[in-house]
C-alpha cells in the first residue's frame, strides 16, 4: 500500500497557472492587490516578553528571556542578544523535527542581522560589570502555522517580544562592590530594553519574466514564485538587511523600487506594533501593582495576564 | 453489513452523536433489514457511533453519521477531485487526501485501451469517482461514469483549486442548490466542480470572478445559512 | 563601528588601494584532479577551491521542484557558515539545467566577507564541469566606511563592523539573482553601494569569461604539446603522480580529504609568494600550500619547500614559463582595467 507520501501538501498545475495569469491583472487569490499588506494581529496572552503575531494563515510566537551570563573576551561592556527558531512539523509537515532547515537557518539569519547588526537592541545597556556580567537576551521564535511569509511574521513576533520584555533591575553590592543584587520585581520595577529602532522585514515575490513584484507572499504564492527578497528597513527609511538568496535575478530598478514599497510599508507596520504593545503596556499598568509589600501572588497575576 | 431489526431508531437521528453512542440495539429488533454507513460500526448486537456528527437515516434503512473534517476517508460512489502525483505503467497515482494514494486505472477512461492511455503532467487535476475503497488497500479510482461513459469525468483545465471541509463540500452539492452557490450564481456566471474529499475547482472568464467565488465559499465555512446569503450579498456589492 | 580611519586623507585603503579598486584576481580551472569541475577563485589573499561532482543520487528530503528536475547541494564546511552557504546555493539554484538529476556538491570553509569568491570559484567550477547555464554568475561585494563607498571589502575592512552589501549578478541578463547586506544604511547611499558592486561583478564577469576563453586556448595547446613532444602524462596526470605521493604524508592526507569540498584559506603569509602561486598549473603544490596552510603550519619551512618544488617544476617544464609570464602580464593588468573602467563610471 502506498502511504501519501509524508502528507505532502500539494500545488495543482492549475493553481500554479492560475496564480500567474491572475497576478498579470494584479488579482490575488486572497482578494489583495499586489503590494497589500495581510491584516496583522499582534497578541500579548503569556504576558511580559512574550507575543503571537498573526498574519493572514501564518502565526508566530516569539518569546524573550534574559539570564546573567559572563560577557566574550573581546566585548566585556556588551550583552548579546541571541535568536533561536523552532520550526516544528505542528506548522507544517515539510519541516523536520530536529534537524532545522535551510528555511530555519535562513530566517534565523536574516531576523539575526537585521536586529543585531542594525544595533537596534543597545546591548551595552545590558552589562551590570564589565567583564563579570551581562544580561544574554534570547529570542525563541516558534512557528505556530505555515501560511506563507513566515520571515516577517517572525520578524514582527521577535520585534513585539522584545518591546514588551523587562529585565529584573540588579545593582551592585557587597563589600567590594563586585556582587550583583537582582531585585525581585516586586520589590523594584522591572526595566525594559532599550530598542533604538524597529527593523521591519518585508518579503517580496518576483514572478518569472513578466516583471511581476507582489508582497508578503502566501503559501501558495510561495510555491509558485521564482525569487523572494527580505529588506529589512526602519521607519526611518535606514536599510538593516537585504536578503536576496539567488533565485530568479531582478534588475536593478526593481529593486529601488521595491525598497521604496518596503520603507512606506515599515513606516505602516512600525506603527501597528508601537499601537499594540502601547496598549498592552497600559492594560498591565493598570492591571498589576507591585507594591512593595505586594506577595507572591502579584507575581502570578502578571505571569497570567 | 445486514442486521435483523425491528423497534425504531430511537430519538438519535438528526441529532449530534459522539463516539461511543449507542444508536440502535439489535437485540431488540428482528426481521429488519438495515445499512449501515460511515462513522457507525457493529459490536455485537449495538450499533455504536465512531465519529462525532449528526447521524442521518435515509428511508427505508440507511443510517450513517455525518460530519465535517479537513481529513477525506475514501468511500465508493463519491465522486472527488483527485491530483496527479505520479504515473506507472498500470496505474496513475492520485492524491485524493484521503491517507493513501489512490490508484487511477490507465484503463480506466472511456474506451480506454493499452493504445489510447491519456498522459497526464505532475499536478494535474482530475474529476474522479471512487470505485473500491476498502480498508488496508489504496483506493480505487475511475474516470467513466457506472455504464462506462466519460460522463463529466476527467482533466479540469485552468481555473482554480482551493480545499474546504467535506462537510461545506457536502453542503454545497445536496439539494436544493446551497444558498451560496445560488446567490452566486444569480450574478456571476462560473463553472464548479466540488469534490467530496473537500476539493473545489472553480473556472470563470476573468480572475477576479473566480477569486470572488472562491472566497466566498471558503468563508462560508462557519456560517449559518443566512449568514451566508449576507455575506454574498456584501462581497457582491462590493465589486459593483 | 570604531575609530579606525579605513580611508587616509589621500584617498587611500589600508592595503594601498583606492575606494574603488578591486583586489588582485586570481583564477585557475581544474585544479582537483578528480572532480568533475574545480576552480581556484583569489580575489587578494582571499582564496576558494570549488569541486563540483555530479550527478549524484540526491537523498529523499530534498524537495524537487518539477520545473527544474535537479537540485544543487551546497555542504559547507561547519554549521557557522550558514551564510555563505546559503549566498552560495541561492546562487547556484538559479542555474536553470537543462538536463534533470544534476547535483552539485561542494562545501566552504570560510572566513567572514568571502561570500562573492566563493560564488565566483562556484561558477567557474560549473563551468569547467559543462553543466548548461543560462548565464554565468559572479558576485562582488561593497561596503560604506569614513563616508566612503568601496568596492571589494578586504578581511580587515569586512570586520570594521560597517555596512556591507554582496551582489550577485547574471551579466548578460543585467539581473541581480543575490543580494545581501548588512548594518544600517540609508536608502540613497545604498543605491551607490549597490551600483559600485553591481560594476565589480561586471569586472568580475569580464575576467571570469576571459580565464574561461583561456582555459579553452591552453587546453588545446596542451594537447598539442602533448603529441608533439611525446611527453608521458599531460597536466593531468602529473596532478596525480604529486597526489598519489603526497598522500603518505600526514598533514596531506587531511588536506586531501577537504579537497572535497570549497576550501578557502586566509593567507596573510602567502602573499609575497604571489610570483610562485601563479607558476600555474601545479596541482600537487597547491594542495600542498593548502593543507599545510590549512594546518597553519611555520611559513618558513613552507617557503623553503614550495621554492624546491618550484625550481624542480620549473627545471622540468620549460613550457610553463611562458605560461607564467602571461598570467602575470595578465595580474598586473587587470585591477587597472577595473579601475579605469570604475573611474568612468
Known amino acids: 500500500m502506498e502511504g501519501r507520501i509524508s502528507n505532502a501538501w500539494r500545488l495543482t498545475v492549475n493553481d500554479k497557472n492560475f496564480i500567474k495569469t491572475a497576478l498579470l491583472s494584479e488579482i490575488r487569490i486572497d482578494g489583495r492587490k499586489p503590494f497589500e499588506y495581510r491584516k496583522i494581529s499582534i497578541k500579548f496572552d503569556r504576558g511580559d516578553g512574550s507575543s503571537e503575531v498573526q498574519l493572514g494563515q501564518t502565526r508566530v510566537m516569539g518569546i524573550v528571556t534574559a539570564q546573567l551570563v559572563q560577557p566574550y573576551k573581546d566585548r566585556p561592556k556588551e550583552g548579546t542578544l541571541s535568536i533561536f527558531t523552532e520550526f516544528s512539523p505542528m506548522a507544517d509537515p515539510s519541516f523536520e523535527p530536529g534537524r532545522p532547515g535551510e528555511l530555519a537557518v535562513e530566517l534565523g539569519r536574516i531576523i539575526d542581522r537585521g536586529l543585531r547588526e542594525s544595533r537596534a537592541v543597545d546591548t551595552e545597556s545590558l552589562c551590570i560589570l564589565a567583564g563579570k556580567f551581562v544580561w544574554a537576551i534570547r529570542i525563541d521564535l516558534h512557528i505556530l502555522d505555515n501560511g506563507g511569509n513566515l520571515v516577517d511574521a517572525a520578524n514582527i513576533a521577535a520585534l513585539a517580544a522584545l518591546l514588551t520584555f523587562r529585565r529584573p533591575e540588579c545593582s551592585l553590592g557587597g563589600e567590594d562592590g563586585q556582587e550583583v543584587i537582582v531585585h525581585p520585581p516586586e520589590i523594584r520595577e522591572p526595566l525594559p530594553l532599550t530598542v533604538h529602532h524597529l527593523p521591519i522585514a518585508i518579503t517580496f515575490g518576483f514572478f518569472g519574466n513578466e516583471g511581476i513584484l507582489l508582497i508578503d507572499p502566501t503559501h501558495n504564492e510561495e510555491a509558485v514564485m521564482g525569487g523572494r527578497m527580505t529588506m529589512t528597513v526602519n521607519a526611518n527609511g535606514d536599510i538593516c538587511a537585504i536578503q536576496k538568496g539567488g533565485g530568479e535575478g531582478v534588475p536593478q530598478r526593481v529593486i529601488m523600487k521595491c525598497l521604496q514599497l518596503a520603507t512606506s510599508k515599515a513606516a505602516s507596520i512600525t506603527k501597528q506594533i508601537k499601537d499594540a504593545v502601547e496598549a498592552f503596556t497600559e492594560r498591565a499598568l493598570r492591571k498589576i501593582k507591585r507594591h512593595p509589600t505586594s506577595t507572591d501572588v502579584d507575581v502570578k497575576e502578571k505571569q497570567n495576564q | ?240 | 563601528m570604531s575609530k579606525t580611519e579605513y580611508v587616509s586623507p589621500e584617498g587611500l585603503r589600508l592595503d594601498g588601494r583606492r575606494p574603488m579598486e578591486m583586489r588582485q584576481l586570481r583564477a585557475e580551472i581544474g585544479t582537483v584532479a578528480k572532480a568533475n569541475g574545480s576552480a581556484v577563485f583569489e580575489m587578494g589573499n582571499t582564496k576558494v577551491i570549488a569541486a563540483v561532482y555530479g550527478p549524484r543520487e540526491f537523498s529523499c528530503w530534498f524537495v524537487v521542484d518539477d520545473e527544474c528536475n535537479s537540485v544543487f547541494q551546497v555542504q559547507n564546511r561547519s554549521q557557522q557558515l550558514n551564510d555563505q552557504a546559503l549566498a552560495v546555493n541561492g546562487d547556484i539554484t538559479c542555474h536553470p539545467p537543462d538536463h534533470g538529476g544534476v547535483h552539485f556538491d561542494s562545501s566552504n570553509a570560510s572566513f567572514s566577507g568571502t561570500r562573492s569568491a566563493c560564488i565566483n570559484a562556484a561558477t567557474l567550477a560549473l563551468a569547467d564541469a559543462g553543466i548548461p547555464m543560462r548565464d554565468i554568475v559572479t558576485s562582488c561585494s561593497a561596503g560604506y566606511l569614513n563616508s566612503t563607498p568601496l568596492l571589494d571589502l578586504n578581511y580587515i575592512e569586512d570586520s570594521a563592523g560597517g555596512p556591507d552589501v554582496t551582489v550577485g549578478i547574471l551579466p548578460k541578463l543585467d539581473k541581480v539573482t543575490l543580494l545581501q547586506m548588512e548594518a544600517k544604511l540609508p536608502v540613497d547611499i545604498f543605491e551607490n553601494v549597490m551600483g559600485l558592486a553591481v560594476e565589480g561583478c561586471k569586472a568580475v564577469a569580464n575576467y571570469i569569461k576571459e580565464m574561461l576563453w583561456k582555459d579553452e586556448d591552453d587546453a588545446l595547446l596542451k594537447q598539442a604539446l602533448a603529441l608533439s613532444m611525446n611527453i608521458p602524462g599531460s597536466d593531468s596526470s602529473v596532478g596525480d603522480a604529486e597526489m598519489s605521493e603526497a598522500t603518505n604524508d600526514q598533514e596531506l592526507a587531511m588536506g586531501m580529504s577537504c579537497y572535497l569540498f570549497v576550501v578557502l584559506t586566509y593567507l596573510e603569509f602567502l602573499c609575497h609568494m604571489d610570483g610562485l602561486h601563479n607558476c600555474g598549473s601545479h596541482v600537487g603544490l597547491k594542495f600542498y600550500y593548502l593543507a599545510k596552510s590549512y594546518q597553519s603550519s611555520i611559513t618558513k619551512e613552507l617557503n623553503m619547500l614550495a621554492l624546491q618544488m618550484f625550481m624542480l617544476n620549473g627545471s622540468i617544464d620549460q613550457s610553463e614559463e611562458s605560461d607564467v609570464s602571461k598570467v602575470l602580464g595578465d595580474q598586473s593588468f587587470m585591477p587597472s582595467i577595473i579601475s579605469s573602467e570604475l573611474t568612468q563610471m
Open chain 2, 1 to 240: 453489513m445486514e442486521n435483523k431489526k425491528s423497534s425504531s431508531p430511537a430519538g438519535f437521528i438528526d441529532s449530534t452523536v459522539v463516539p461511543g453512542d449507542v444508536v440502535l440495539d439489535l437485540s431488540s429488533m428482528t426481521n429488519q433489514t438495515i445499512k449501515i454507513g460511515g462513522g457507525l460500526r457493529q459490536d455485537c448486537d449495538a450499533i455504536s457511533v465512531m465519529k462525532a456528527g449528526t447521524l442521518r437515516f435515509s428511508k427505508p434503512n440507511k443510517y450513517w453519521v455525518e460530519s465535517s473534517q479537513k481529513r477525506y476517508v475514501p468511500c465508493v460512489e463519491d465522486t472527488v477531485l483527485g491530483i496527479v502525483v505520479d504515473s506507472k505503467a498500470d496505474n496513475f497515482l492520485i492524491d485524493i487526501k484521503g491517507p493513501a494514494l489512490a490508484f487511477l486505472p490507465v484503463l480506466a477512461f472511456e474506451g480506454g485501451t493499452r493504445r489510447n492511455i491519456p498522459k497526464f503532467e505532475v499536478g494535474t487535476l482530475l474529476y474522479l469517482r471512487v470505485v473500491k475503497a476498502n480498508f488496508g488497500m489504496n483506493p480505487e479510482l475511475s474516470c467513466t461514469d457506472v455504464s462506462g461513459k466519460a460522463a463529466e469525468f476527467g482533466p479540469l483545465k485552468d481555473g482554480y483549486m482551493f480545499e474546504i471541509s467535506t462537510g461545506l463540500s457536502r453542503k454545497l452539492l445536496s439539494s436544493p442548490t446551497c444558498p451560496i452557490l445560488e446567490a452566486l450564481g444569480k450574478k456571476l456566471s462560473f463553472e464548479i466542480a466540488i469534490g467530496l474529499n473537500g476539493r473545489v475547482w472553480v473556472n470563470a472568464t476573468s480572475p477576479d470572478i473566480i477569486v470572488i467565488v472562491a472566497n466566498a465559499i471558503m468563508k462560508s465555512e462557519s456560517l449559518s445559512t443566512a449568514q451566508q446569503i449576507i455575506m454574498v450579498e456584501h462581497l457582491l456589492k462590493n465589486i459593483q
